[in-house]
């Protein structure tokens, strides 16, 4: 269980890193959009629905990666402490 919460957990930063990155790239272009260009308007909406998705998942991860951790919690206090 210990090793599926580092899975977790490495995948949640991943995403958290892809998600930040996609937000610096939104917010450099949010500077410069030619706003006349409905093609650069378009683009620019597709990629902020495209971070929502992204933060909609990663609430997902989160979520699940919580569940996780609560009954693993429950575990170990109904046998003891772990063992390395």
Do not use: C, P, W
Not at 2 to 11: I, P
């Amino acid at each position: 269980m210990k090793t599926a919460l580092g899975v977790k957990d490495s995948k949640i930063e991943r995403s958290k890193q892809e998600r930040e990155s996609l937000h610096r790239k939104i917010e450099s272009e949010r500077t410069y959009l030619d706003k006349r260009s409905s093609y650069a308007v378009d683009a620019f909406n597709a990629n902020v629905h495209r971070l929502n998705e992204m933060n909609a998942s990663i609430e997902i991860l989160i979520d699940d990666y919580n569940r996780d951790v609560e009954s693993f919690n429950t575990d170990l206090q109904r046998v003891g402490t772990l063992i390395y």
